[in-house]
C-alpha cells in the first residue's frame, strides 16, 4: 500500500513517489536559538520525527537535515541584554534545545547545520543570484527581485500583488520593490558580521535553509517540512531563491504542520502565555506531551490547557495500564494452543488498520485509536481464566512495534549504578558553577525515576525510592 501525503503546494493528497527509490531527502526548519523552546516548537518537533519514524519502519532510508538559526535580530538583541556574545547564547540554547527534545522522544538530525557553520556557501549561493540578475545590491545590503521569479505565490496560494510582506522582513528604502526580501544584511556598528563581496554584514533569515538544503542534500529534494506559519513568507521565499538559482523544483511534497492555540487564544508573547517544554517537562511526563501532540492530526490546530493534559493523562494510563496487565499475566501464562490463531487474526487485523491510517498522510489520531481498539482486545482476552504465553506475546509485541512508530515506550528503563553517578556528578559540577536551574533539573530527573539524593558534609549520596 502507497503512502499519500497531503502537499501544501497542490493543496491534496499525492503518493509519495521519491526520487530514488528506497531512500527520502528531508530537510526541516529548526528553531532560532535565543531562548528555549516552547510547545509551539515542540509540535513540528514531535511529529516531523514521528513522520521520520514512519518513514524507516516502511523500510525507507531517510536522510534527515534539520537546521539551528544561530545568528539573526533575536539572538543579537538577546546578546546585548545579557551582556554576552552571540555565539555564547546560540550554543547554550542549542544545547537546552536537544535536552528538551530527547526528553520528548524526537531522534537526532542526520545533520543539525548551524548559519554560522555556512556563511561561505551562503555567500556564494547569494553570489549567483546576483550574477544572474535574481538579486541585486543596494548600499551594502543584498535584496531578491521577487517579482522576476514568475512563480512567486504558488506555495501560499496568492497573486503576486496580494502578496505583503511578512512580519519578520522590514520595508526599506533600499528595496527596488516593496515585496523584495534581504539576502545580506549589513552589519550595524558592534554587531556579529562577516566579510563578503557587499561588504560587512550577515545572511538574511531565507536564505539559510535554501543554501544549507542544497548544501546537504542536492537541488532537488523529496521533502521539506516545518509550522504552518513558514509557509509565507519563509518558504515562499525559499522556493524563489533555490529554484532561480537551479532551474529545477526545489522540493517535491510541502508538509505543514497547524497551530497552537493556548486556552483557546493564539500562543503570543504579548499575551504572555508561552509555555517552555523544560518547565512543562517538569509538572508532566515528556511522553504525555508527545501523546498529546499526535493525538491531533498534524495539520489541524491544537489547544492546548493543563485541563486537557490531564485528561490526555488519563487516557495514557489507561493504555499503559492494559500494557503493564499483559506483562504481569505472561507469567501466569501457558502454552496453550485453543483459540491463539483467532486472536492473533485480530491483533494482525489491527496491526493492518495501523499501518493504513499512517499510510494516509501519516494520521496519528487515528492511528491511537487503534491503539485503543488494541487495548480493549487485550483487556478482552486478560478476561479469560487460561491464556497463551503466544497470544499475551503478539500483544506486547503489537504494542511495542506501535508505540516505538509513534516515539513512545510503555517499557520502565532502569538507570544502572555508574549512570546515576554520572548524573551527579554533572549535578556536582552544575552546583560549583552555581547552575542551580541545572542541578535542580538533574535533581528532579531522578526524582522521577525513584532516585533519592541527600547532600551532606561528605558529599551527595544516593538510594533507589523503591
Known amino acids: 500500500m502507497a503512502i499519500k501525503i497531503y502537499n501544501t503546494l497542490t493543496r491534496k493528497k499525492e503518493i509519495f513517489e521519491p526520487i530514488e527509490e528506497g531512500k527520502v531527502k528531508m530537510y526541516v526548519c529548526g528553531p532560532t536559538v535565543y531562548n528555549y523552546i516552547h510547545i509551539g516548537n515542540a509540535r513540528p518537533a514531535i511529529v516531523f520525527d514521528t513522520i521520520r519514524r514512519y518513514l524507516e519502519y516502511r523500510g525507507y532510508d531517510v536522510q534527515f537535515i534539520s537546521n539551528f538559526t544561530d545568528v539573526d535580530d533575536k539572538l543579537i538583541r538577546t546578546a546585548k541584554e545579557l551582556g554576552e556574545d552571540v555565539p555564547t547564547i546560540a550554543d547554550r540554547f542549542i544545547r537546552a534545545y536537544f535536552e528538551d527534545v530527547s526528553e520528548l522522544g524526537c531522534k537526532k538530525a542526520d545533520v543539525h547545520p548551524r548559519v554560522t557553520e555556512n556563511i561561505g556557501t551562503i555567500i556564494e549561493f547569494i553570489r549567483i ?25 504558488k506555495l501560499s496560494h496568492q497573486s503576486i500583488d496580494e502578496l505583503q510582506l511578512g512580519a519578520r522582513i522590514d520595508v526599506d528604502e533600499k528595496k527596488q520593490d516593496p515585496l523584495d526580501f534581504v539576502l545580506w544584511k549589513e552589519a550595524k556598528e558592534g554587531e556579529i558580521s562577516w566579510d563578503s563581496p557587499w561588504g560587512k554584514g550577515r545572511p538574511g533569515w531565507h536564505i539559510e535553509c535554501s543554501a544549507m538544503a542544497r548544501k546537504y542534500l542536492g537541488d532537488t529534494i523529496d521533502i521539506h ?15 524563489a531563491q533555490s529554484e532561480a538559482l537551479t532551474g529545477k523544483t526545489f522540493a517535491n511534497y510541502w508538509i505543514h504542520n497547524g497551530y497552537i492555540n493556548i486556552d483557546n487564544e493564539k500562543m503570543s508573547k504579548s499575551l504572555g502565555n508561552f509555555i517552555l517544554v523544560h518547565e512543562i517537562i ?3 511526563d515528556p511522553q504525555l506531551l508527545r501523546f498529546f501532540m499526535l493525538a ?23 493504555l499503559k495500564t492494559s500494557y503493564e496487565n499483559l506483562k504481569h499475566r505472561k507469567e501466569a501464562s501457558a502454552n496453550l494452543t485453543e483459540d491463539n490463531k483467532e486472536w492473533l487474526q485480530k491483533i494482525s487485523a489491527y496491526h493492518e488498520q495501523f499501518i493504513e491510517e499512517m499510510d494516509d498522510d501519516f494520521n496519528t489520531a487515528n492511528g491511537i485509536s487503534i491503539l485503543f481498539e488494541l487495548s480493549k482486545l487485550a483487556n478482552q482476552y486478560l478476561l479469560k481464566k487460561n491464556t497463551a504465553v503466544e497470544v499475551i506475546d503478539a500483544f506486547i509485541n503489537e504494542f511495542d512495534e506501535l508505540l516505538q512508530i509513534l516515539g513512545l515506550s510503555f517499557q520502565s528503563e532502569e538507570l544502572l549504578d555508574e549512570e546515576i553517578e554520572e548524573l551527579i556528578e554533572k549535578r556536582i559540577q552544575a552546583r560549583k558553577e552555581r547552575n542551580f536551574q541545572l542541578a535542580d533539573e538533574i535533581r528532579d530527573k531522578l526524582k522521577e525515576m525513584d532516585i533519592v539524593l541527600e547532600d551532606t558534609p561528605q558529599g551527595t549520596r544516593w538510594k533507589r525510592g523503591k
Do not use: W
Not at 132 to 151: I, L
Not at 304 to 314: G, N, R, V
Open 129 to 153: 543570484l546576483v550574477e544572474k540578475g535574481y538579486a541585486y545590491e543596494s548600499n551594502k545590503d543584498v535584496y531578491f527581485r521577487t517579482r522576476k521569479f514568475n512563480d512567486y505565490g
Open 225 to 239: 517540512a516545518g509550522g504552518q506559519d513558514l509557509t509565507f513568507p519563509h518558504h515562499e521565499n525559499e522556493i
Open 282 to 284: 517538569k509538572k508532566y
Open 296 to 318: 491531533v492530526h498534524y495539520r489541524s490546530p491544537i489547544n492546548f490547557s493543563e485541563e486537557l493534559l490531564e485528561a490526555t493523562k488519563s487516557s495514557l494510563d489507561r
